[in-house]
C-alpha cells in the first residue's frame, strides 16, 4: 500500500515527466539525439524499457519466474519495474533534445508516457482509491446504524435501550437525526464517484498494455532505423 513518503514521490515525479514533454517551448537542440550524450541516454532508454519486460515475463511464466525469484523477490522486481520505467521514460526524452519532429518519435514518446500514467495508476493511485472507498464504506456502515438506533430511540425508546447500538455507532447516538441524514447522504455521494473514478482505474491495465506493445513496435522500428542510417552514413 502506498504510504504519505511514496504518494509525494508518485506525484512529483508524474509532475515532472509531464512538465519536461513542453520544454521544448524553452529549449530545443535538434543534433542533440545523434550526439554521443544524446546517444548515451537513447541507449540507456532501450536498454531499461527491455530490462522492464522481465516482470511481465516472470509474472506470466513459471519458468521464468521460477529462475527470476532465485535471485530477487516479485514485489522487488515490481518495484524496479516501476523505477526504471521512470528513469527510462526521462532519459527519453532527454534524447530527444526536445525536438519533437518525426511522427515515429513523436508516436513513441506519446505511447511511452501513456504507459508511464497507466503504470503510475495502476501502482499507486488505484490501491489508493479502493483503500478510500473502503474506509468510506465502513464509515457509512456506522452512520446508518447509528441513524437506525436514533430513529428506534425515537419511535420505541424502550426497544432502543434494550437493544443498544453497536459500538462503532455508540459515539454517533447523541447526534441529531437530520445531521445524521446529511452525513448518509453526502457519503453515499462520495462514495458514488469514487466507485465511478475507481471503475476507469480498472481499465488501466489494458491500456498500459496495448500501449506497451504499440511503444515495444515503434521502438524496434525507431533502433532498427538508426541503425540502418548509422551504417549507411559509415558507408
Known amino acids: 500500500m502506498m504510504n504519505g513518503r511514496a504518494r509525494l514521490f508518485a506525484d512529483v515525479t508524474l509532475a515532472a515527466l509531464l512538465l519536461l514533454v513542453p520544454a521544448f517551448l524553452l529549449h530545443s537542440d535538434g543534433r542533440f539525439a ?3 550524450a544524446g546517444f548515451v541516454l537513447g541507449a540507456g532508454a532501450a536498454a531499461l524499457m527491455l530490462l522492464l519486460l522481465v516482470y511481465p515475463l516472470a509474472k506470466y ?3 521464468v519466474k521460477a529462475l ?3 535471485w530477487v523477490s516479485m514485489p522487488t522486481l515490481l518495484a524496479f519495474h516501476a523505477y526504471a520505467g521512470i528513469v527510462a521514460a526521462f532519459f527519453a526524452l532527454l534524447h530527444t533534445g526536445h525536438k519533437f519532429q518525426s511522427p515515429l518519435g513523436i508516436a513513441l514518446v506519446t505511447c511511452m508516457l501513456i504507459v508511464v500514467v497507466t503504470g ?11 483503500l478510500e472507498l473502503r474506509q468510506r464504506q465502513s464509515y457509512l456502515a456506522t452512520l446508518r ?3 437506525e438506533y436514533t430513529a428506534a430511540a425515537m419511535s420505541s425508546p ?3 435501550e ?14 441529531p437525526l437530520l445531521q445524521l441524514v446529511d452525513s448518509i447522504s453526502d457519503l453515499e455521494s462520495a462514495i458514488g464517484s469514487s466507485e465511478a473514478v475507481k471503475a476507469i482505474f480498472m481499465q488501466w491495465i489494458g491500456l498500459h498494455v496495448l500501449a506497451a506493445i504499440v511503444m515495444y513496435a515503434l521502438l524496434a522500428v525507431h533502433v532498427s532505423a538508426e541503425i540502418y542510417y ?3 552514413w559509415l558507408a
Open 34 to 36: 545523434g550526439s554521443l
Open 61 to 63: 511464466s513459471t519458468g
Open 68 to 70: 527470476v525469484t532465485r
Open 120 to 130: 503510475f495508476v495502476g501502482r499507486y493511485y488505484l490501491p489508493l482509491t479502493a
Open 145 to 147: 446504524s447509528a441513524y
Open 158 to 160: 424502550d426497544r432502543a
Open 162 to 175: 434494550r437493544d443498544g447500538p453497536d459500538m462503532p455507532a455508540l459515539a454517533l447516538q447523541n447526534v
Open 230 to 232: 548509422g551504417l549507411w
